[in-house]
């Protein structure tokens, strides 16, 4: 098994280690997680999924909290630039 | 279109941190059918987040074993939404999940408090125990400036794990008072099993400073955290960092215990000396039922699981391990009171609901929450007051009163599957 895994956030190819979640995939491509109902920028608060600032859009599906899903190899992933 | 999975389980346990895990093995041993549900990608909740991908050299490993050989029927990535009396309902990535149970057991964990204050709302500002859980779940930190504040022992834990992980960490503040510290540290050599980790936890954190009677006021940045301005001592002054890790204590997650009808007491779910609450047939162990952390959890865990089984001999075997480990818990509670000038951080424009983007001063005229709920749809957003409804009954002294299933934002199709007669046992 691979030891890293990548993905792309918001088109930019992210290396991550295996086992990691998608919140952390965005940090490390330096975006913020979502904007808010007033357009600020929001990134993880909780990272154990009860504060639902760390939404962002998985292969086309929005909404989901990316600090409770692990990355896959291909994943696109759309965030809050 | 989702589907919908049917199960069923002689026990059901909801919750696979410490407590859950040694619920359902406890359980398991009686050859009854179990299941342990989670929301989390993994098993070990947050204490034991991604531990199982180095599981040989963690403490929590003869647990993991013991859990992958079991037959205990894991269900992760499936967030409970509805209970009602029997089942419930939940829902993973792909379908809405059934499950029909014979008795319940509740180990739903705790969360952070955390306190508005200027800028809490910026990039890389995250909890303490949340910054714990994003380096566990692979978040790179190496070099990075960190302050840690808040409050209790979490943020030695976290300000230890940050530094492992290669962060530099500047300073943790501590908002008790340095004579209350130190008569905690005291106290806390006197609990057996606790002065190695004491011992540890000065070793690992040499050099870092720790600072009393200290909090944050205001975090300044841009599109993420730069600075944070912090009150020590009564003076003021200004810390350069990339994150700040802030957290007010653990607050126990209520929402399943309220929704099944269990009784609280003093913001507990109350339980009897077999784990069992007010609603017949469901158990509760762990955070929920008074924070005490891993040991106690466990222990409660195996009560719980025993108990639900008939197995009393076997329950009460633990009755004196769970005393121990009960100790620690009074202790805390003395040593970390929240003081009340943090009632005073958060400016008129402070956000407090962070998914409606309520500011304080919109919340300040109402008298209740439930108004404030009505007229400035604080707590009405995906995390449905998880995060702000403890805020404001620190704030406001605000009594938050009622849960209402789904108590997760879900799927119309998952919604659908709950069975109307379920959705109406609830009134």
Redesign the interface.
């Known amino acids: 098994m691979s030891d890293s895994v990548s993905v792309r956030v918001n088109g930019k190819p992210v290396t991550?280690?295996?086992?990691?979640?998608v919140?952390?995939a965005v940090?490390?491509a330096g975006a913020?997680?979502r904007a808010?109902?007033?357009g600020?920028?929001?990134?993880?608060?909780?990272?154990?999924?009860?504060?639902?600032?760390c939404?962002v859009a998985i292969n086309g599906e929005p909404?989901r909290r990316s600090?409770?899903?692990?990355c896959e190899a291909g994943m696109e992933i759309e965030a809050n630039g | 279109m989702d589907s919908v999975r049917h199960l069923s389980f002689d026990v059901a346990v909801v919750g696979a941190g410490p407590a859950g895990i040694a619920a359902a093995l406890a359980a398991a041993d009686s050859g009854v059918t179990v299941g342990l549900i989670d929301d989390n990608p993994a098993a070990g909740g947050q204490i034991w987040r991604g531990v199982q991908s180095a599981p040989q050299n963690s403490a929590s490993s003869i647990w993991f074993q013991r859990l992958n050989k079991s037959a205990v029927q894991l269900v992760r990535g499936a967030r409970v939404f509805h209970a009602a009396k029997g089942e419930l309902a939940a829902e993973s990535d792909d379908s809405a999940i059934q499950i029909s149970y014979g008795k319940l057991i509740l180990t739903t964990g705790a969360r952070e408090l955390f306190l508005p204050f200027p800028g809490w709302t910026l990039p890389n500002v995250t909890g303490a125990g949340g910054l714990q859980a994003l380096l566990k779940s692979g978040l790179d930190i190496a070099g990075k400036r960190v302050v840690i504040a808040g409050t209790g022992p979490l943020l030695l834990a976290v300000a230890a794990y940050a530094r492992k992980c290669g962060a530099k960490v500047v300073a943790i503040c501590e908002q008790t008072t340095r004579s209350r510290m130190v008569r905690f540290g005291m106290k806390m050599l006197l609990v057996p099993g606790k002065a190695p980790e004491a011992l540890r936890f000065a070793y690992e954190l040499r050099g870092i400073p720790h600072w009393t009677d200290c909090w944050p006021v205001a975090a300044f940045g841009s599109r993420r955290i730069e600075s944070v301005r912090i009150s020590r001592q009564g003076q003021t002054s200004e810390i350069e960092c990339d994150y700040l890790a802030c957290g007010f204590h653990l607050i126990p997650n209520l929402e399943l215990p309220r929704m099944c009808g269990c009784r609280l007491e003093s913001g507990f779910v109350h339980v009897n000396e077999y784990q069992q609450t007010s609603a017949p047939g469901i158990y509760c162990a762990g955070e929920p039922t008074g924070i005490g952390g891993l040991e106690l959890a466990l222990a409660e865990g195996e009560v719980a699981g025993y108990a639900a089984t008939n197995w009393e001999d076997r329950a009460k075997h633990l009755f004196a391990k769970r005393a121990r480990y009960g100790k620690g818990v009074r202790i805390l509670k003395d040593a970390f009171p929240l003081r009340p000038e943090l009632k005073n951080l958060a400016r008129p424009d402070t956000l407090v609901c962070r998914c409606e983007d309520v500011p304080h001063e919109r919340l300040r005229e109402h008298g209740c929450w439930r108004a404030a709920k009505l007229h400035a749809r604080c707590g009405m957003g995906p995390c449905q007051g998880r995060v702000c409804a403890p805020a404001a009954e620190f704030l406001f002294g605000w009594q938050i009163d009622s849960v209402r299933p789904p108590v997760f934002p879900v799927r119309c199709a998952s919604l659908a599957a709950v069975p109307s007669h379920s959705a109406a046992a609830r009134n």
């Not at chain 1, 991550?16 to 979640?21: F, K, Y």
């Not at chain 1, 600090?67 to 692990?70: A, G, P, S, T």
């Open positions: 991550v280690r295996a086992g990691a979640t919140a952390v940090l490390a913020t997680c808010s109902v007033t600020q920028p929001r990134s993880p608060l909780c990272g154990m999924g009860t504060c639902f600032e939404r909404q600090c409770q899903v692990l």
